[in-house]
């Protein structure tokens, strides 16, 4: 299992284009409802910050996700967008779950 966390800025101009563009991929997601890939994002109170939770079956499944037209055109365009503060990526280990997650 991989679990990555991501936090990131925008610019308050482009935060509501950064929304629009992460339901594309949940949408592309939940159409193909790949079984190893839990895919969530959250906004924080400032209204510019996000923080994407992602669980992953194995590094095949996150490389999937990666390969997404939706998930290029996310990433290409928040990269171009003038982030306030850039991505801080960490991979994290599970200690407990009342969550099945792959079985």
Known sequence: MKIVRVQYTTTQEYAATNSENINNVVK?????????????????PDGKT????????????HQFLMGLASFKK?????????????PKL??????????????
């Not at 592309?28 to 924080?44: A, C, D, F, W």
């Not at 960490?90 to 079985?103: C, K, Q, W, Y």
């Open 74 to 86: 996310f990433s290409d365009e928040l990269w171009a967008s003038g982030l306030e503060v850039e």
């Open 90 to 103: 960490e991979l994290l280990s599970l200690v407990a779950s009342s969550e099945d997650f792959f079985g």
């Open 28 to 44: 592309e997601l939940r159409k193909i409802n790949h079984p190893g890939i839990k895919y969530s994002t959250y906004l924080l």
């Open 50 to 61: 996000f923080m994407h939770f992602d669980q992953f079956e194995n590094e095949e499944a």
